[in-house]
């Protein structure tokens, strides 16, 4: 058993202690030394592998939060509940494993991208590890909008978990435990609350014993009875070389809990060889010349441009769809009807799916001094020999030789349409889900509900309200109403295209929608970060006050920034901002006319150029919201019995609303098959209702 325990006696909740029993050895560091010392940190963290650590009574405290699974989802869920204030557990069953990069070496992309930004702003860790990890940075879509540039970066594997590890290991109100968890806790429910049941701790498997919480944050990931699949091989697990998870869990939420639980799919491909590949015979991609950070805190990535990585590009070979074909009846994972994920779907899908196409496939690098290619677009699940023999249908990888092959798993999701917007389950009070339990896909979209499952999870055993994240101020409020009105019938992927409000939900404004109220209403926030936030928004608010108050004729415009292409046939009066839209002027241009005006905003000219190009749309797409918003706020009361309520709806209808029982009126008008009549309906009564009991 490991444990890692903030010091409740001998220091201050600034301040961590490890005792290492074998060693006897107590080790004492304030976390805004840790902070500057990652280095140290790391070195320390390599003893961990060679020491029992253990917590002194940690089975009979009691725990604000327990967090289960150390995955993306339960890092994030961690740090967010200790933000908040609560005293936080996390179990896991490898404290090495903390941060692993369980697929491909890759962060964020289009829509990925600004889930990180976001989770970020919200204080998170995620963008912060990207930053120091990242080895080589690029922005995809560069030849759209802005508002849906995919910030993305390839990782070096050990600096990503390393990074991790030590930030979680020096977090205030933090301890972790290594271990399985059996079962769930359980008692009535508080009467006067939704839900049959209340959460009040876990059982450790093994007899570890029990463990007492106000809040529970399930992220299992791909272990809640899961299944690793490749070739006719299957064997329980969530991951290759870790163990299984225990069948207690799964049983405690499918029959005690009564939960509707589902089952998804995925895979990864084989690692090859670096040394192994021909990569003249492929084509390079290089990373942009000034990396791009994810987190508005850094002004610069770790790895210096210099210091990056290229990737490579080939492509698939009618090789390789024979190699598919002949190895159909080996392979008993793509033989299931069980839904993998459409948008990264295994090789033998895509041959299947799209026979006699080409394929591209992506050799990334999983570290500055790894000696290993991952190759994004080969998930696969075949036998072996049969990878092998396709691996080496393709062009630079002839002789490329597999250090460890490509795998399926299969694991049970919760059906997210029982849960609260907040990520609480509704029938089981305290207990929130987040990750691939709720049927998503990719580390960004579980990293963002763990970050919102462990704020609420924080509130609420403080006894704080729950909140909520409207699909208008955030693309994590995107997923999270996304999953729990319409639910999944595939693994769950964020894009650009999911958001109404993406020309307002940008990556560069972020900060702007988020830290803020990160702080002011939700805690999550450090008044560092929020500072500057405020900085940043003063800044911008005064520069685009004074680019709006200066106007011009267009000819003295093309007179003072000379050769900008400002149509000679345009006789109005153009304010700065109009002239800022323009695409080949820049904030630098009118700061050097305007030295004195616009000199002090130059560090924030990109975002000023950025926040001009939208200004038009935002404007239109703020009355929509404003609209969006009063829906939203619209609460429907928990006990409604839509099955007898005495207004003009159909069964179908009825049955909808009943089964995932939404809850605003926002939420009701997104569900599929409820009409724009039903909403009327439903908003007549509902207002009907609260006239009368005001009454």
């Not at 933090?174 to 009040?200: M, N």
């Not at 799964?250 to 089952?263: E, F, P, Q």
């Not at 839904?339 to 090789?347: D, L």
Request: glycine residues 8%.
């Amino acid at each position: 058993m490991t444990a890692v325990k903030p010091a409740e006696t001998q220091s201050s909740q600034h301040d961590i202690y490890i005792e290492i029993s074998k060693n006897s050895v107590t080790l004492q560091v304030s976390v805004p030394q840790l902070s500057h010392m990652l280095v140290r940190r790391l070195q320390f963290l390599k003893t961990l592998s060679t020491c029992s650590i253990e917590a002194s009574n940690i089975h009979t405290q009691h725990y604000d939060v327990i967090v289960v699974g150390g995955g993306h989802a339960g890092s994030e869920a961690v740090a967010a509940a200790s933000r908040i204030g609560a005293k936080t557990l996390l179990i896991t069953q490898k404290i090495q494993t903390i941060g692993a990069l369980s697929c491909n070496p890759s962060l964020g992309g289009v829509g990925k991208g600004h889930l990180v930004r976001e989770i970020d702003a919200l204080d998170g860790v995620m963008g912060r590890a990207g930053d120091w990890a990242g080895i080589h940075f690029s922005i995809l879509n560069r030849s759209k909008g802005p508002a849906v540039w995919g910030l993305r970066a390839q990782l070096d594997r050990q600096r990503y978990k390393d990074f991790m590890q030590s930030e979680l290991l020096s977090t205030p109100l933090v301890t972790i435990l290594e271990g399985s968890v059996q079962d769930l806790l359980l008692t009535e429910a508080d009467p006067g609350k939704p839900g049959k049941h209340k959460v009040y701790g876990i059982c450790l498997a093994n007899g570890g014993g029990e463990i007492h919480s106000s809040s529970v944050v399930l992220t299992t990931g791909t272990f809640l009875s899961g299944a690793l699949f490749m070739g006719q091989n299957t064997t329980p697990g969530g991951r290759m070389g870790d163990p299984p998870s225990c069948a207690g869990l799964s049983h405690n939420l499918k029959n005690v809990l009564g939960l509707k639980i589902g089952r998804l799919r995925t895979g990864t491909p084989p690692r090859i060889v670096k040394d192994s590949i021909d990569f003249s015979l492929t084509s390079v991609c290089l990373p942009d010349s000034s990396p791009t950070p994810f987190s508005f805190i850094n002004k610069h990535t770790h790895c210096t441009p210099k210091e990056q990585l290229p990737c490579f590009l080939t492509y698939t070979t009618p090789g390789v769809e024979k190699v598919v074909k002949e190895s159909s009846h080996l392979n008993s994972h793509i033989q299931q009807d069980i839904k993998g994920p459409r948008y990264c779907p295994s090789i033998e899908s895509k041959v299947l799916r799209f026979p006699g196409r080409q394929h591209q496939v992506w050799l990334e690098p999983e570290g500055l001094t790894s000696s290993l290619m991952y190759p994004q677009g080969l998930s696969m699940t075949m036998p072996l020999e049969m990878q092998l023999r396709l691996i080496r249908e393709i062009p630079g990888l002839q002789h490329a030789k597999i250090q460890t092959p490509g795998y399926g798993v299969q694991y049970d999701f919760v059906c997210p349409t029982q849960l609260f917007p907040w990520l609480q389950l509704k029938n089981t009070q305290g207990l929130f889900l987040a990750g691939q339990i709720n049927g998503t896909t990719g580390y960004e979209e579980a990293a963002a509900q763990g970050l919102w499952a462990g704020v609420n999870a924080g509130r609420t055993s403080l006894s704080m309200s729950p909140l909520s994240l409207s699909r208008t101020q955030s693309y994590i409020g995107v997923l999270i109403d996304d999953l729990v009105c319409h639910g999944v019938t595939e693994p769950y992927r964020m894009f650009t295209s999911r958001a109404e409000f993406r020309t307002s939900l940008r990556p560069d404004n972020a900060d702007l929608r988020l830290t803020i109220r990160g702080f002011e209403e939700i805690g999550c926030v450090s008044e560092q970060r929020y500072n500057k936030a405020l900085l940043v928004q003063a800044s911008l608010k005064q520069a685009l006050s004074t680019l709006q108050s200066i106007h011009l004729s267009a000819a003295r415009w093309r007179d003072k920034l000379g050769g900008v292409t400002i149509s000679k046939t345009k006789s109005s009066i153009l304010n700065g901002v109009e002239v800022l839209q323009y695409k080949d002027v820049t904030f630098q241009m009118l700061a050097s006319s305007f030295q004195e005006l616009f000199g002090p905003h130059l560090e924030i000219s990109e975002r000023l150029k950025v926040e001009a190009l939208y200004h038009p749309h935002c404007e239109k797409q703020r009355r929509e919201m404003e609209k969006m918003q009063t829906e939203e706020s619209l609460s429907l009361p928990n006990d409604i019995d839509y099955l007898a309520l005495p207004i003009s709806l159909s069964q179908e209808v009825r049955e909808i609303l009943d089964r995932v029982r939404p809850s605003t009126l926002g939420a009701a008008a997104r569900l599929p098959g409820i009409t724009p009549a039903a909403i009327v309906h439903l908003f007549n009564y509902v207002h009907r209702n609260k006239h009368r009991n005001h009454m």
